[in-house]
């Protein structure tokens, strides 16, 4: 059973950055695609960015290209999620999720999730 636990969120001004690390406990991590999703206040959960079982990462919305970045440390069962140029409607609750092989689109398609870290951007 893998067990997630996502850190590194908070309050930052627009334009500042922030680091999300999703730490993996249980089996080795290297199997499994991560990904990072973000929920709104009324708005459905949307997979922000993932990264397969392998090094390659996407970005699945058009409006964290070139700001945002995945990445992983297999030795370290730890995911990244490196995010540049906060705005404000990147305010959320963060997720990271897994699931064997490579990534998916649909979070019914992932099943362990962590419990979600809180990202504030505002001045």
């Known amino acids: 059973q893998l067990h997630l636990v996502e850190s590194g969120g908070g309050l930052v001004q627009p334009g500042g950055s922030l680091r999300l690390s999703c730490a993996a406990s249980?089996?080795?991590?290297?199997?499994?695609?991560i990904g990072w999703f973000r929920q709104t206040p009324g708005k459905e959960r949307k997979e922000v960015s993932c990264?397969?079982?392998?090094?390659?990462?996407?970005n699945f919305l058009e409006s964290v290209e070139g700001r945002f970045s995945i990445s992983r440390d297999n030795a370290k069962k730890t995911v990244y999620l490196e995010m540049k140029s906060l705005k404000s409607e990147d305010t959320g609750t963060y997720y990271c999720a897994a699931r064997l092989g490579v990534c998916n689109i649909f979070e019914s398609e992932y099943p362990y999730w962590g419990q979600g870290s809180q990202v504030t951007v505002s001045s």
């Open positions: 990264i397969s079982n392998g090094t390659v990462g996407l």
């Open positions: 249980g089996p080795t991590l290297e199997d499994y695609a």
